[in-house]
């Protein structure tokens, strides 16, 4: 019987909690990164004629507000955000899902500026970050301590960048504390890459 999973209720109480613990707005931390995310793209696509040296002002003076704010990692919103698409980070390449559950996960990939290579074709270490990111939806559905051990990539076709991909994993077999693993990058019906991964259920009391 799958377990259906989009978000962690318990999780993602305790987020919102820390949001508001932090007197900061739910919603603000979305436009947050999502507007960071459109930034990034941008910076990725400036050419000459960008006002580099105000906006250098600028992002100075983000950072010195933002710098009061740093707290410990248990305490940090970032990524943490089951509730959002994205949970709430920028680090990863967009990964919306449409379903996680305990066997396996499938969802919208996009690759913004910001991950090009080059020739419009993704950056060849982005792809295997989506990857991760896909696959660690579905070992935590499993309510797993887990990491990954190995994650191999074969590269089949270009990443297109901009453009709405399909991403799917899944679970292949399972021994002991070891997790192995498949994911397919596809544009349309055109594979882009696909994955094999292993992941070791971390031992009690391991950090
Ligand atoms: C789901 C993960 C969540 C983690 C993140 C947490 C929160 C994040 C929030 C949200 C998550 C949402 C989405 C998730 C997004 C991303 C997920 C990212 C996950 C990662 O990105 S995580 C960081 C990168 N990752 C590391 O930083 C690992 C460094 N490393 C180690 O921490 C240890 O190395 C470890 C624990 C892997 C094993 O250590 P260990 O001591 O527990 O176990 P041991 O070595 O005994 O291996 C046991 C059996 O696995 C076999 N084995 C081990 N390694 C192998 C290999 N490479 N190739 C072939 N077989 C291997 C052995 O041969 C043995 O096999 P056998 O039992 O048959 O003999």
Not at 100 to 123: D, I, K, P, Q
């Amino acid at each position: 019987m799958l377990a259906l999973f989009r978000v962690d209720p318990p999780a993602t109480r305790s987020r919102e909690a820390k949001c508001q613990h932090a007197g900061m707005s739910v919603d603000g931390y979305r436009a947050m990164t999502s507007a960071l995310r459109d930034f990034l793209d941008l910076v990725a696509t400036a050419g000459p004629g960008a006002d580099v040296d105000a906006l250098t002002t600028d992002l100075r003076r983000w950072t010195d507000r933002l710098a009061p704010h740093r707290v410990d990692e248990s305490r940090r919103v970032f990524g943490e955000r089951f509730d959002l698409p994205d949970r709430g980070q920028t680090m990863t390449p967009l990964f919306v899902p449409r379903l996680v559950t305990t066997v396996r996960a499938e969802g919208v990939a996009r690759f913004g500026e910001y991950f090009l290579g080059s020739n419009g074709a993704a950056h060849g270490g982005a792809v295997p970050l989506l990857f991760d990111e896909v696959l660690g939806h579905v070992v935590l559905a499993r309510g797993l301590r887990a990491r990954t051990a190995y994650l191999h990539t074969e590269y089949r076709a270009i990443t297109p960048i901009g453009r709405d991909l399909t991403v799917r994993a899944r679970v292949d077999r399972v021994s002991g504390r070891k997790l192995f693993l498949t994911a397919e990058l596809s544009d349309g019906d055109a594979v882009c890459a696909e994955s094999e991964a292993l992941f070791v259920e971390l031992r009690d009391g391991a950090p």
